[in-house]
């Protein structure tokens, strides 16, 4: 069961840098921190407009595998730190247009490399 305050309505796997993830349109990498069925959350070093819907590309660290997504971001917020440095920001996506059949097989498979790279 969810925390209280929890929003999500799918499990998160914490991904520790085995997939990357960056928006296509304007090609910026972005550290993803973990990824369910129902969405990802990044770390960036800008904040990203909520409620844009955007492509995004999956790459496995090997290369090996790829897929993209299209979502929406439901938030973006600084990150506390006591580190000097640029601000960094924390960014939770809601995967849109899941419904079709590719699309489940692909998440499917992002959840697969998640998992079997998380636990390796």
């Known amino acids: ?40 959350c990044v770390e960036s070093v800008a904040p990203l407009p909520r409620d844009a819907v955007t492509s995004y590309r999956f790459v496995t660290h090997d290369k090996q595998w790829s897929a993209m997504f299209r979502a929406r971001a439901v938030y973006s917020k600084p990150v ?27 998440l499917m498979a992002l959840m697969d490399h998640a998992t079997a790279l998380s636990f390796s």
Do not use: C, H, W
């Open 1 to 40: 069961m969810a925390g209280f305050g929890e929003r999500r309505n799918t499990i998160r796997i914490a991904v520790n840098g085995t997939i990357n993830v960056e928006s296509v349109p304007a090609g910026q990498p972005l550290r993803l921190m973990d990824v369910g069925t129902g969405g990802f």
């Open 80 to 106: 506390p730190s006591t580190d000097p440095g640029p601000l960094k920001y924390v960014s939770g996506f809601s995967f849109v247009n899941t419904e079709a059949p590719a699309v489940q097989r692909e």
